[in-house]
């Protein structure tokens, strides 16, 4: 890893970590922010650097925090289980601001449309091959379904030997996109057992008020 682009994505992968730990375990972090910065910092180590920039990102803002706040609850005696709960409720607990943004774009039948068109393989340059294979198997004028056989984010967390947390940002991205009534989400994935993930979504009437 080198560069100037690496040093400032990593800058931000840790003031990420250290928000959504104090944003999620409010009154309580104490010492398990400076012990998940040296979980963020070995398991960087350990990692190969994505050569895209989309991955670059999922990695430093989304894999190495999860990862990392996992790992240091578990050197602490935490079992898997409940290691992978607070995980989950922290990240959940950092996300509620952006969920809004989302509950807010959806909140019209042309805010849903546009998403649901935007929803494609490489989504706004998100998801590159050949780290991320998506295929678009329905698409409708309001809804869409999407498969996804290959995941950077997933096979990262293998990678690092922690499967077992990967379902967290799943969990998460989900998370953003259910907050609305207009909008319909199902979801599997590959962390949960299924042999892809799997995403379907579609777009619910705007109640018109008289």
């Known amino acids: 890893m080198a560069g100037v682009t690496a040093t400032s994505l990593t800058r931000m992968g840790r003031s990420s970590l250290d928000a959504s730990i104090r944003r999620g375990l409010p009154g309580g972090p104490g010492r398990l922010v400076a012990d998940t910065h040296a979980a963020f910092d070995r398991l960087l180590t350990r990692t190969p650097w994505p050569t895209q920039v989309a991955n670059q990102g999922y990695l430093v803002l989304v894999v190495l925090p999860i990862a990392a706040l996992y790992t240091a609850l578990r050197e602490r005696g935490v079992a898997q289980h409940d290691a992978v709960k607070t995980v989950r409720d922290v990240f959940l607990a950092s996300g509620e601001r952006e969920r809004a943004l989302f509950t807010l774009v ?19 340059w998100l998801t590159p091959l050949p780290a991320n ?8 004028r309001d809804a869409v379904t999407i498969e996804i056989s290959r995941c950077y984010r997933w096979d990262t967390f293998r990678l690092l030997g922690i499967p077992e947390v990967a379902q967290v940002a799943c969990d998460y991205e989900e998370y953003m996109f259910n907050g609305s009534p207009h909008l319909h989400v199902t979801w599997s994935s590959m962390p949960a057992g299924c042999e892809v993930c799997r995403m379907c979504l579609s777009s619910a009437p705007t109640p018109t008020h008289r």
Not at 106 to 124: I, K, Q
């Open 106 to 124: 959806f909140r019209t039948a042309l805010g849903r449309r546009l998403f649901l068109r935007s929803l494609r393989p490489n989504w706004l």
């Open 133 to 140: 294979v998506w295929t678009v198997t329905e698409r409708r």
